[in-house]
């Protein structure tokens, strides 16, 4: 399963500076507006030190990690719906990505300029809200200009498309994301199919300084966070940045120093994952220990698709333990089975986060 993340921000909120330490890019970073044009991509292991004493118990030829694409899309301003700044090509780059990271500016730095003149992450906030918002109003007007047709005929769909998209409008028009907006299975797909760009998940990621102690500020910005049904994260870009070619001992020690608990990468992967409901299972052999992303709630046979599609058309059968057994009996790894420890385990089985699977298919 593909996981691909866009960054989106003002300019010069430390978007690019923070996607090059997180993916280690050197792309331009520059202190001018739409220094990024072109949507520059990074992609990234997934952070697992599951992962790695898989590798040690197993010994294989190979060991993969999941990945995470990450991809640094230009600045947008105000009127960016209306094409300012390159605002149209900007919001077509976003449609493409699974998350939204907003990143939000939270330092001050009197040697990088701000596109407004001040440093306002609470503003900044309601700038890029207003404009996606305002993008995909637009998108929704346009689908009910075409409804109009399917209603004259008396489709039933069209009844359907007028009550969503028209409930959906006002509440858009009242300053609300698409992803807070209430609605059924029968009428999701009506909102699903105009791709909307507020019914993407989004990240706020807080790009602060070492110095930043404003927890009220912090809080206010969690409040539209959540008013926009979306999670807040703080990474010090800046620290970030300095740390991208040091080895994981070295970052280990700088991190302590800071009282950080785990890096930017770390935090902002873990909070994708959390928010897109994304779990991981291994497989492991002496060939090759790997990673898997698949969507929380998978069944055996969803799984094993992820590995190929012959996997989950031949189905037959899978042997599943779990990374905990395989770890308290490292002495005995190859004697699970008789030990009770593998389930045999048919399509239908909800897989678990850190389930190490063998699947089997027919012929």
């Known amino acids: 399963m ?6 989106v921000g003002l300019p010069n909120v430390g978007k690019s500076t923070l996607f090059n ?3 280690k890019n050197n792309i331009a970073a520059e202190n ?3 220094c990024t044009i072109e ?4 992609i990234v292991e997934v952070p697992d030190e599951r992962l790695k004493e898989l590798a040690k118990l197993f010994s294989p030829e190979k060991t993969i990690h999941n990945t995470v694409e990450f991809i640094d899309i230009a600045g947008l301003v105000k009127n960016a719906h209306q094409g300012e700044g390159l605002g149209n090509q900007f919001l077509s780059q976003i449609r493409s990505v699974n998350v939204i990271i907003q990143v939000v500016r939270f330092f001050n730095d009197n040697n990088i300029t701000h596109v407004e003149n001040r440093v306002d992450p609470l503003d900044d906030m309601e700038i890029i809200n207003t404009e996606l918002i305002l993008a995909d109003i637009k998108t929704v007007e346009k689908s009910l200009e075409k409804n109009v047709k399917l209603i004259k005929a008396n489709k039933p769909e069209g009844r359907l498309a007028e009550e969503v998209l028209t409930g959906l409008l006002d509440h858009m028009n009242n300053g609300f994301a698409a992803r807070s907006f209430e609605r059924n299975s029968k009428e999701n797909p009506v909102i699903k199919n105009l791709f909307l760009l507020t019914d993407k998940p989004m990240i706020y990621v807080a790009n602060i300084d070492g110095d930043f102690e404003n927890d009220e500020l912090y809080a206010q910005a969690k409040t539209i966070a959540d008013k926009n049904k979306s999670s807040l994260i703080k990474i010090n870009g800046k620290l970030e940045s300095e740390m991208a070619d040091f080895d994981e001992d070295e970052k280990r020690l700088i991190l302590n120093d800071y ?3 785990e890096s930017g990468l770390d935090t902002l992967i873990k909070e994708a994952y959390n928010t897109l409901g994304l779990e991981t299972f291994f497989t492991c052999g002496d060939k090759e ?12 046979v969803e799984a ?3 590995i190929h599609t012959d996997f989950s058309t031949k189905f037959i059968k899978a042997e599943i333990y779990t990374y905990e057994d395989a770890m308290n009996n490292k002495e005995k790894i190859n004697e699970l089975k008789t030990m009770g420890l593998v389930k045999m385990v048919g399509r239908d089985y909800i897989m678990q986060e850190g389930d190490i699977a063998y699947f089997i298919k027919g012929q």
């Not at 593909?2 to 960054?7: I, K, R, S, T």
């Not at 949507?39 to 990074?42: I, Q, R, W, Y």
């Not at 220990?289 to 055996?300: D, I, N, Y």
């Open 2 to 7: 593909n996981l691909n993340c866009g960054f």
């Open 21 to 23: 330490a997180l993916s």
């Open 32 to 34: 001018y507006p739409f």
């Open 39 to 42: 949507p520059n991509t990074g």
């Open 259 to 261: 009282g950080i608990k």
């Open 289 to 300: 220990v790997r990673a898997w992303t698949m969507k929380r709630g998978s069944q055996a």
């Open 304 to 306: 094993a698709g992820e």
